[in-house]
């Protein structure tokens, strides 16, 4: 433990060019953490996806669209309907009766 101490302190972990990446992915799960609270998980994990595979991936419109709706809707199914398991749900949910 002392040895990695030592060489970690001795050189940077992440250095500025490998700091990007890390950022990139960083700052959509913190604000998809935030969101969640505000409009649910399915909400907020459909912009998630939505926003990652445009600006990340650079996929295509249709791509993004349909994937940013058919995954939230799958996990909705099979944790809400299927497993039983509450998950955190917003404004949205409850308008659709859930």
Avoid: D, N
Wanted: glycine share 8%; with cysteine; proline share 6%.
């Amino acid at each position: 433990m002392l040895q990695t101490l030592w060489r970690s302190s001795q050189e940077s972990f992440v250095t500025r060019e490998q700091f990007g990446p890390v950022l990139k992915v960083f700052w959509p799960a913190a604000a998809m953490l935030v969101l969640t609270h505000f409009v649910g998980l399915y909400v907020a994990s459909a912009l998630y996806i939505g926003f990652y595979m445009r600006w990340v991936g650079r996929h295509s419109w249709l791509a993004v669209v349909g994937l940013s709706v058919a995954i939230p809707v799958s996990c909705f199914l099979i944790f809400e309907l299927w497993f039983l398991v509450p998950m955190p749900k917003g404004p949205l949910e409850t308008w659709l009766g859930y």
